[in-house]
Structures are given as structure tokens and as C-alpha cells.
């Protein structure tokens, strides 16, 4: 198994967020988990990075459990987070913001190298490359996240609300470039309320629903599921 998240039990203080929370990520698939905001989506990357540790359950990456390991030690294992809201440097350019992503030796060693190929799977960002970051565009800033987080040279790529707060046109930008990299064999992890897009390039999906999985499948059978449509496609 490539990844495994194994009923996990998260709390912030006393409150509790995550439910014995459980699934799976094959290697070159791309999964996604809806739900609506504050359904702890957000919670379940940050446990998978180390950044929260779990009360109880466990996770396994490439057949390691890595469930209380600190987050540098995930990232070192291959585990990259794209955050909700990107914190990119703003006053740094372009391409001094991806060089920052290449921060473990393997990736400082191939970093220009692996620039070229991020330069092609987004050519506008080599366009702004001297650019300094604050004066992208929200779609443009995305982008960078991605791509900064690919200069670090992940086995998962997980990435958090690409689509939040830009505009349709943005959105679409963006989820084509997600598509590229699924279709370049990324292994993907997504969390996303844009149901429709999410579902859309998923291989599989999750609904998360107040902490709890309440439901998994295909993502064109989630797309055609009543309960989906209704909650979440206002059909």
C-alpha cells in the first residue's frame, strides 16, 4: 500500500475532529476528499504531515508507519503539502520561490534540472520567472505553490483547496494543470470543496462529512450518487 490512513482519532484540545477516519492512496492515483468547510479535510493533511499527531490510529507510507514521526522526517519520506492559501515568499522572484522548495539534499542536487521540468508543466510561471511573487495573479500564485512544492520532488503530492477563492477561469487553469500532473503520473491526494472538479479527475473519492467518512467510490459513480447531488451539486 502507498499510503494508509488507518482510524484516525484527531482533537484539537478537547474537541474532538477527525472519527476514526480510514482510507487509501494506490501509487500514481489521484484521490480526492469533499466535504463542506470545517469538515476536517484540512485536519486530515495536516495529521498525515506531522504537523497534528493523532490520539489514536496510524498511517503508513510506502508500507512505513510514519503515523508519530516529525514532519520533516514525512517530507524527507516524500510527502509534500501544497497549504490552503499557498504562503508563498511575496517579495521573493519566481524562480528564487522554487528553489526554495528544493530544501532536502536529493532535490537540492537535481533542483535546476527538476526547474526545467516544472518551467514545462508550467510555462507561464518561466514567463514570470523574474517576477517577484506578490504580483501574480491568484491563479498564477496557485500555480507556484504547486510548483514549488514539486521542486522538493514528492512521491504524494497533496494538495489543499487549489481551487479557493479564484475565479472560474482560474479554476479551471488550475485543475487542468492538476490533470497534467496526474496524467504524468503524480500520485495525488486532493482536498477540495469544488465537488464537481474535484470528482471530476479523481480516480477514487471520499466524502467527509463532520469528521466521519461517510461515504467512498469511483469519482464519476460519487458524481452520480443522489446523496452527492443533492448535498453538495444543489441537483
Not at 503508513?60 to 516529525?70: A, D, S, Y
Not at 526554495?100 to 532535490?107: F, H, I, P, S
Not at 504524468?184 to 480516480?203: F, H
Amino acid at each position: 500500500m502507498f499510503l494508509e490512513v488507518s482510524n484516525l482519532n484527531v482533537y484539537y484540545g478537547m474537541v474532538q475532529v477527525l472519527w476514526d477516519v480510514s482510507f487509501k492512496v494506490e501509487e500514481r492515483e489521484m484521490v480526492t476528499i469533499i466535504g463542506s468547510n470545517g469538515a476536517g479535510k484540512t485536519t486530515t493533511l495536516l495529521t498525515i504531515s506531522g504537523v497534528l499527531k493523532p490520539k489514536s490510529g496510524k498511517i503508513f507510507f510506502k508500507n512505513e508507519e510514519i503515523t508519530n514521526l516529525p514532519s520533516h522526517e514525512i517530507s524527507k519520506r516524500g510527502i509534500s503539502l501544497v497549504p490552503e492559501g499557498r504562503r508563498l515568499f511575496p517579495n521573493l522572484t519566481v524562480t528564487e520561490n522554487l528553489l526554495m522548495g528544493a530544501y532536502n539534499q536529493r532535490a537540492r542536487e537535481q533542483r535546476f534540472e527538476t526547474l526545467k521540468e516544472v518551467f514545462e508543466l508550467f510555462p507561464r510561471l518561466e514567463e514570470r520567472k523574474k517576477q517577484v511573487a506578490r504580483t501574480l495573479s491568484g491563479g498564477e500564485a496557485q500555480m507556484l505553490a504547486i510548483a514549488r512544492s514539486l521542486m522538493s520532488k514528492p512521491s504524494l503530492l497533496m494538495l489543499d483547496e487549489p481551487s479557493l477563492g479564484l475565479a472560474p477561469v482560474l479554476v479551471e487553469e488550475v485543475f487542468e494543470a492538476i490533470k497534467n500532473l496526474k496524467e504524468r503520473g503524480t500520485t495525488i491526494l486532493l482536498v477540495e470543496q469544488n465537488v464537481a472538479k474535484g470528482l471530476e479527475i479523481a480516480d477514487r473519492g471520499y466524502i467527509l462529512e463532520n469528521g466521519k467518512i461517510t461515504l467512498e467510490g469511483r469519482g464519476k459513480d460519487l458524481l452520480k450518487s443522489e446523496k452527492v447531488r443533492k448535498a453538495y451539486l444543489a441537483i
